[in-house]
């Protein structure tokens, strides 16, 4: 970019975190008529709910990596690795549980 070449410098929001995009015109060409700028507040705006479903999509993809790890990891405390059978630490919760019941 250089002095005298015209420029647009629109906001971008994504969350709490703020942004811009800067758009530029070819050396020698007039500025920015009002419709441009429209033109460039409209696709700002695209581009902030754009930027912000895709970083609920990844929130939402890493919450279900998330649980499905829980899983996994809940699946190996209490059964054995090679048969799948309970193993002695989900025993001892059961009989645990069975006797407080009682």
């Keep these: 970019m250089t002095t005298n070449q015209p420029a647009l410098f ?16 070819a050396h020698g060409r007039d500025g920015f008529s009002r419709d441009d ?6 696709f700002a705006l695209l581009a ?7 970083r609920r999509h990844l929130s939402e993809t890493e919450n279900q990596r998330l ?12 059964h ?11 025993m001892e ?4 549980k069975a006797l407080a019941e009682r």
Excluded at 12 to 24: P, S, Y
């Design 80 to 90: 054995d690795d090679l048969t799948g059978v309970d193993n002695r630490t989900k």
């Design 48 to 54: 902030s709910h754009a930027l912000s479903i895709r």
């Design 10 to 25: 629109l906001p971008i929001r994504l969350e709490e975190k703020r942004g811009v995009i800067a758009l530029l015109r």
């Design 93 to 96: 919760k059961f009989g645990s």
């Design 37 to 42: 700028i429209a033109l460039g507040e409209r």
């Design 67 to 78: 649980q499905e790890l829980t899983r996994i990891l809940e699946h190996r405390a209490y």
